[in-house]
């Protein structure tokens, strides 16, 4: 019975991750958001479904998961035939993203999850809590960072050598919401230490989330707009893996 409970979350996941994508794309095809929000949404509410990847009897499914949401987004480009596809990149399409034509970014944010999902069910499948930390700060605190920088940001830090400019409040929120998912992560999640299998108290908790969250804003600091989604998810949980081992 256990392969139809693996279907079952499989259906259930699948249903969760279109109706995220589907419905601010029709917001903003009616007018009723901006693509600024639209994209928002997807990348705020599709990228929880991660969160059923440790679930799974067969660890494989979230891999399968990740696989085919990242073609279906690789093949959503502005020349696309499926109507579906390329009404999505006109729906959160980026002007950054015009020269390359398709979602660069939530590709790259597709590929990230890909990626870390797919190395942990390899090498550590019993470990998930690791990358879906990673993940939630590219979800959570990058999209947080994203919307308060937007809407108060005031002070700007100017990063020229990858022609973009980020503001201090942004960049505040996202270590402050990261410092939170990290913690969350460290003791919600039960990270253990991936050698001894020790739970990490609470004290080591605090100091390692300080520090996960610190690096991972200067990597989002220095990341440029439509690499961040690859670069922060992949090197905080390449980090906070790591430091466990401290």
Request: glycine share 4%; with cysteine; charged share 15%.
């Amino acid at each position: 019975m256990d392969y139809l409970f693996d279907l079952l979350i499989v259906l259930i996941t699948y249903l969760y991750i279109f109706a995220t994508i589907l419905l601010p794309v029709q917001l903003k095809k009616r007018e009723k958001i901006s693509k600024f929000h639209a994209r928002k949404a997807v990348h705020l509410f599709a990228g929880l479904s991660v969160f059923s990847s440790p679930y799974f009897n067969w660890k494989w499914w979230p891999v399968i998961i990740a696989g085919t949401l990242t073609v279906l987004v690789l093949l959503s480009s502005k020349k696309s035939k499926i109507k579906q596809l390329k009404e999505l990149y006109d729906s959160i399409g980026e002007e950054a993203e015009e020269k390359v034509g398709y979602l660069q970014g939530p590709f790259h944010y597709c590929l990230s999850i890909l990626i870390l999902i797919m190395s942990f069910v390899i090498f550590a499948p019993n470990q998930l809590y690791f990358p879906i930390a990673g993940i939630m700060l590219m979800i959570i605190s990058d999209t947080l960072a994203s919307i308060i920088g937007k809407r108060f940001g005031k002070i700007k830090i100017k990063i020229p050598w990858i022609n973009s400019t980020r503001t201090l409040e942004g960049s505040l929120t996202f270590f402050v919401s990261g410092f939170i998912i990290c913690f969350i992560a460290f003791t919600v999640l039960g990270v253990t230490n991936p050698i001894t299998q020790v739970h990490i108290p609470i004290e080591s908790a605090l100091i390692l989330s300080l520090i996960t969250s610190a690096l991972a804003t200067i990597i989002e600091l220095f990341s440029p707009s439509t690499w961040d989604d690859l670069t922060v998810p992949i090197l905080t949980t390449l980090i906070i893996f790591l430091l466990t081992l401290i």
